[in-house]
C-alpha cells in the first residue's frame, strides 16, 4: 500500500536558518503531494502541494518539488521564523474517481521548534 | 465565510456512553473525511463519504458509526465498542485532489 516517511525529529533552530524536512513516498500510480501545518490544538492548514511529477508547490517561503525520479517531495525554506514553529506534515493523495477515493496518506510528523 | 466548523472542542465521554461528534461545511464539497490523530503519529482514517447517504470505511472504522443525510453535515460517533477513544479528531472536506480540516475535536474520558 501507499507509505510516506518523513525524517524524524524534532528539528531545532535558530531564528533565519535554512530548513529542510526530508519525505519520501511508496506509491503506485500517480499521486499528488501536500505539506500541511499543525499549530498547537489546531487542526491541519494546507501549506502547499504538489500534483505532478517536477511540479514545485510554494507558499510563504516555503517550497517543495514532486521528485518522481527518487520519490521525494522534501520541504525547505531559507529563512524560518519563530512563527514556524509547528507539526509538519507530508502525505500524498491517491487519485480520486473510479475505484479510489481521494485518501490521504500521511507521514508521522516533524517537530520543527525555532528560537529567536 | 467558507470553512469547516467542528463542534465542540473539547468532548469528555463516560464509560459506555455514545458520543456524536459535530462536522459541518459550507464549501459545497461532495467528499468528506473523518481522521483520528494520536500523539507523535499521522492521521488515521476512520470513515469517508464520497456523496450524499453514502459513506465507506477506513481503515480504523471499528468503534465509529458516520451517517451523511446532508451535504453540508457528516457527524461521527463514537461509541462504547471503541475501547481507546481518548484522541484528536478532525474533519475534512475534498475539492479535486485536495483536503481542507477543521479545527479538530479532542476527546477525552472520564
Known amino acids: 500500500g501507499d507509505s510516506v516517511t518523513q525524517m524524524e525529529g524534532p528539528v531545532t533552530l535558530s531564528e533565519e536558518a535554512f530548513l529542510t524536512i526530508n519525505c519520501t513516498y511508496t506509491?503506485?500510480?500517480?499521486?499528488?503531494l501536500f505539506w500541511y501545518v499543525q499549530y498547537p490544538g489546531e487542526g491541519l492548514q494546507l501549506l502547499l502541494k504538489?500534483?505532478?511529477?517536477?511540479d514545485k508547490g510554494s507558499n510563504k517561503g516555503f517550497e517543495a518539488t514532486y521528485r518522481k525520479e527518487t520519490t521525494s517531495f522534501h520541504l525547505e525554506k531559507g529563512s524560518v521564523q519563530v512563527s514556524d514553529s509547528a507539526v509538519y506534515f507530508c502525505?500524498?493523495?491517491?487519485?480520486?474517481?473510479?475505484?479510489?477515493?481521494?485518501?490521504?496518506?500521511f507521514g508521522q510528523g516533524t517537530i520543527l521548534t525555532v528560537h529567536p | 465565510d467558507g470553512g469547516i466548523t467542528q463542534s465542540p472542542k473539547y468532548l469528555f465521554r463516560k464509560e459506555g456512553q455514545n458520543v456524536t461528534l459535530s462536522c459541518e461545511q459550507n464549501l459545497n464539497h461532495d467528499a468528506m473525511y473523518w481522521y483520528r490523530q494520536d500523539p507523535g503519529q499521522g492521521l488515521r482514517l476512520i470513515y469517508y463519504?464520497?456523496?450524499?447517504?453514502?459513506?465507506q470505511k477506513g481503515d480504523i472504522a471499528e468503534g465509529y458509526s458516520v451517517s451523511r443525510e446532508k451535504k453540508e453535515s457528516f457527524p461521527l460517533t463514537v461509541t462504547s465498542a471503541q475501547k481507546n477513544p481518548t484522541a484528536f479528531y478532525l474533519c475534512a472536506s475534498r475539492f479535486q485532489e485536495t483536503q481542507y480540516f477543521g479545527p479538530g475535536t479532542r476527546l477525552l474520558v472520564l
Open positions: 502525505a500524498l493523495s491517491d487519485e480520486a474517481g473510479g475505484t479510489s477515493y481521494g485518501k490521504l496518506t
Open positions: 463519504s464520497q456523496i450524499v447517504n453514502d459513506f
Open positions: 504538489a500534483t505532478k511529477a517536477d
Open positions: 506509491a503506485t500510480g500517480y499521486p499528488s
